[in-house]
C-alpha cells in the first residue's frame, strides 16, 4: 500500500487527521491548529509567513511528519 506524502500545500486539517502524532509534531513548532478553526483553510505553505518559518523549517517539519506516517503505515500493515 503507497502511502500519499504530506507536502507544503497539504491543508493543515488533513495534515492533523493523517497521524494522532501529528499534532505533537506541529505544536512543537508553536503551531496551534488544533484548535484553530481555520485549520481547514490553509496549508503550511500558506501560513510560513505568518510564522516566520524559513523554507528549512517547512522542510523539517514535513520531514518529521513523513516519517511518523512512514512508520504508522509499516505498522498497519504488519
Known amino acids: 500500500m503507497s502511502i ?5 500545500d497539504t491543508l493543515m486539517k ?7 502524532k501529528a499534532a505533537e ?4 513548532y508553536g503551531l496551534i491548529c ?4 481555520h485549520a481547514g483553510e490553509h496549508s503550511l505553505k ?3 509567513d505568518d510564522y516566520g518559518f524559513s523554507d528549512k523549517d517547512i522542510e523539517d517539519i514535513l520531514a518529521r511528519l513523513n516519517k ?3 512508520k504508522e503505515n509499516k505498522n498497519d500493515n504488519k
Do not use: A, R
Open 46 to 48: 500558506e501560513i510560513k
Open 4 to 8: 500519499n506524502p504530506i507536502s507544503k
Open 34 to 37: 488544533l484548535g484553530c478553526p
Open 14 to 20: 488533513d495534515i492533523l487527521k493523517s497521524s494522532p
Open 68 to 70: 511518523i506516517k512512514e
Open 25 to 28: 509534531v506541529l505544536m512543537e
